[in-house]
């Protein structure tokens, strides 16, 4: 399922790069507000889906059917809190809050948000947050800030905490994506955070 998941939601950056035509990501609406459906530059503003699909930068809030989240700071470093990236590879370190818009508890899961880059043969890859093992167990937080695998949000009630991620070391820039799903198992808009990860 993850991996379906993953490969829709390539697709889907895939579709929405094209239909920019690499102009930079700016809707070409004319709204400064910042509430349609992409967002440029440093971002602070709020970003709707539209025809599906959503683009945002960091600062900016993201309205979703269930949740409102946003990506408040991004950087690269070779060790977490004791997590060191394996050979060739380093950590993106994430910091999101979520907030539960909807009218009853939510379930979430770290990897509701998906890490994502372009490679230089222009296709796209993807990482899982570093809680779920090779074999698809779940493995422990490595520290408190860091969200867990499963976790559960009140009406009204917000987190802040970081997704961990190993990414490959020569990479920098980088997208949080986020799809909707439902209980039907349909397939709701789908967000996506882009970001140029601070090295540290």
């Known amino acids: 399922m993850k991996k379906l998941l993953s490969l829709t939601l390539a697709f889907l950056l895939m579709l929405a790069l094209a239909a920019c035509g690499g102009s930079g990501g700016s809707s070409g609406s004319g709204d400064s507000g910042g509430s349609s459906g992409s967002s440029s530059g440093a971002g602070s503003g709020e970003v709707r ?24 700071s991004a950087y690269t470093t070779s060790d977490y809190n004791g997590h060191t990236a394996p050979e060739g590879m380093k950590v993106l370190v994430v910091e999101m ?5 909807f009218n009853e508890t939510l379930p979430m899961f770290d990897d ?19 809680t779920e093992g090779e074999d698809g167990s779940e493995l422990d937080t490595i520290c ?31 997208s949080v994506s986020h799809m909707e ?7 709701g808009d789908t967000f996506f955070v882009f970001f140029t990860a601070e090295e540290r």
């Open 97 to 101: 809050t979520i907030k539960n818009t």
């Open 49 to 72: 889906a539209e025809d599906g699909y959503a683009e945002a930068r960091i600062g900016d809030i993201v309205h979703s059917y269930f949740m409102d989240f946003s990506v408040n």
């Open 144 to 174: 408190d800030e860091q969200l867990p695998a499963y976790y559960e949000l009140g009406v009204n009630e917000s987190r802040t905490g970081t997704l961990v991620f190993d990414v490959p070391a020569d990479e920098k820039d980088f």
């Open 112 to 130: 509701d948000f998906q890490g994502q880059w372009s490679t230089s043969a222009e296709t796209e890859e993807f990482a899982w947050p570093i």
């Open 181 to 187: 799903l439902f209980d039907d198992d349909s397939e």
